[in-house]
Every structure is written in C-alpha cells, then in structure tokens.
T-cell receptor, first 112, second 113 residues
C-alpha cells in the first residue's frame, strides 16, 4: 500500500517561480522525509521533519507538516532548471522506523 | 568513500533464470534496504535488514530472497525470474541513531523477457 501520496503528479513551472508539492499519509509517524530523484539516478535525501515539528527550512526548501491532517508540503522557492526532477515523500510505517513507504512522486519540470 | 554501490548496472534475464544483485556500503551503516521502482511509480520496499544477521519482509517480498552477508553487504536474489520483476532495483543504507536519512545506490535496471 502507498502510505505517502503526493500531488500533483506532475508540475511544470518557469524558472524563478515557486513550486509546491503535497504529500498525504495514512498512519501515525515519527518523521517524514522528502527525497529528489533525477532521471535515471538514485534518490537523494532533501530534508526530514519530525512529528513534533511544524515547519523546517533548508536553503530554498521549506517543508511543513500537519499531523492532524496527515499531510506535508514541500515548497521550492526561486526554482532553477536544475530543480527538474521527481520528488518523493517517505514515511516509516513501523515503530522502529524501518519499514519505509514512498509515495508515487511529483514530477517537476522547471522551464528556462 | 564510494557510498552505496550496486552491481550490475544493467541485466537482461530470460523467464526462469536466476540472478543475484549485489549491494555494498562503506558508511558503517547498520540498516540496509532493497526497493524496486516501476515506471512512473514510487519505490516499494522488498526486504530490509535492520542490522547484521537480521532480515525482514517489506511490502513486496514474494519472488525474492536476501542475504545480509556482513555489515557492508546486502544481496537480493531472484530464484526464478518472471516478467513482472522487470524493474529498477535500488539498494539503500541508513545510520542507526535516530531516524537518519537513507543513502541510495545508483540502481540496477533489470529486464526479464
């Protein structure tokens, strides 16, 4: 089962614009992670937000977490062509933080 | 420091053949994972190993076996390949303290005809 579900499935924006992706999950979590995947490559970790945090920043990335709605959002500000990639959220379903579930991802295209 | 390495990068098998995908990490991580990624989809967990000597099933374990050979190496075996196992396979590792991020290998693209 897909615990993390991102939307939109695909997003196309111009360079310099902001991109927002959303993720929903079903069970209680200890943390939620966002990853980026460039075409044909492995995933790269972007940011982790713990269940007791509501917002976290890292460079041009801003992540929010709403545990009451079981949802998270990833905002990329001032996007660049190099941000073109697929973005996935991931949560761990088990208490030990091992059994990870990834959503289907959002494909972001940043046009120059 | 190579991170997570996987071999082979590409493989074509005929239905019924067997093969082993190799994964190694040099970060002294306790936990290791095998995922598959089908076109346009997220990753699905096949098996994981929380520490040397232990393995557990993930979401889609049927048709696969794993071996945690030592702390560095975690292999995935397909005993009798089926076309439904055509996919890209990723290995990942993770540190043991807290809920640290996973580090992924470059993937193995497997086609079963």
């Amino acid at each position: 089962s897909q615990q993390g579900e991102e939307d939109p499935q695909a997003l196309s924006i111009q360079e310099g614009e902001n991109a927002t992706m959303n993720c929903s999950y079903k069970t209680s979590i200890n943390n939620l992670q966002w990853y980026r995947q460039n075409s044909g490559r492995g995933l790269v970790h972007l940011i982790l937000i713990r269940s007791n945090e509501r917002e976290k920043h890292s460079g041009r990335l801003r992540v929010t977490l709403d545990t009451s709605k079981k949802s998270s959002s990833l905002l990329i500000t001032a996007s660049r062509a190099a941000d073109t990639a697929s973005y996935f959220c991931a949560t761990a379903e088990d208490n030990y933080g091992q059994n990870f579930v990834f959503g289907p991802g959002t494909r972001l295209s940043v046009l120059p | 420091n190579a991170g997570v390495t996987q071999t082979p990068k590409f493989q074509v098998l005929k239905t019924g053949q067997s093969m082993t995908l190799q994964c190694a990490q040099d970060m002294n991580h306790n936990s290791m994972y095998w995922y598959r990624q089908d076109p346009g989809m997220g990753l699905r967990l096949i098996y994981y190993s929380a520490s040397e000597g232990t393995t557990d099933k993930g979401e889609v374990p049927n048709g696969y076996n794993v071996s945690r050979l030592n702390k560095r190496e975690f292999s995935l075996r397909l005993e009798s390949a089926a076309p439904s196992q055509t996919s890209v396979y990723f290995c990942a590792s993770r540190g043991s303290r807290g809920f640290f991020e996973q580090y992924f290998g470059p993937g193995t693209r497997l086609t079963v005809t």
